[in-house]
């Protein structure tokens, strides 16, 4: 069964949107492998902070069929699509990656760009797939991550989940 890696991310009521997410991919998925939660500053707008994560999930799901449900889920969730690309939003799931699969596939860009871009999307991926190699570069994530030099500032922060504590924070 493919890997897939998907970031979630939001800036309006974050606990409550992250949960929304985690409880429907917990739902449809027979386990997860859930990063630290982060908070992060708003790249490409003036904005709220966001809180950020990656999660693992192994599925037989299409490309297709996931954008799908996502699409439908970040919807269910309040996400508008009438405003600009870099805005405040409820929530936000993109499809990182699925398996090495490279190009475009029904729509989606694989691997997504944001990964190499992104510290509040590198960092929790090398968090939970540290040996895994970005099926572009040939890189693992965990040296991506040790050799990513922009000004990006992102910090763990407590979150809970089904009543455990899913991730800590730490001092900055």
């Known amino acids: 069964m493919p890997r897939v890696y998907i970031s979630i991310g939001s800036n ?3 606990e409550r949107y992250i949960t929304a997410a985690l409880n429907a991919l917990d739902s449809w998925f027979d386990q997860l492998l859930i990063s630290s939660v982060y908070e992060s500053e708003s790249v490409g707008f003036d904005g709220s902070p966001f809180y950020n ?7 037989g799901l299409t490309v297709a069929e996931l954008s799908a ?14 405003v600009p690309k870099f805005s405040a939003r409820t929530l936000d799931l993109d499809i990182l990656t699925y398996d090495d699969e490279v190009g475009r596939i029904d729509g989606v860009e694989l691997p997504r760009g944001e990964i190499l871009k992104n510290a509040f999307v590198l960092m929790p991926l090398a968090e939970i797939a540290p040996a ?5 570069c040939g890189k693992r994530y965990d040296a991506l991550w040790q050799a990513y030099d922009r000004d990006q500032k992102l910090w763990p922060v407590d979150f ?11 001092a900055r």
């Open 53 to 59: 994560l990656v999660v693992g999930v192994d599925t």
């Open 160 to 170: 809970t989940w089904q009543g455990r504590l899913i991730s800590r924070a730490t």
């Open 132 to 136: 895994d190699v970005h099926p572009v």
């Open 12 to 14: 309006i009521d974050r």
């Open 69 to 82: 449900r996502f699409k439908q889920l970040e919807a269910d969730n309040g996400r508008r699509r009438d």
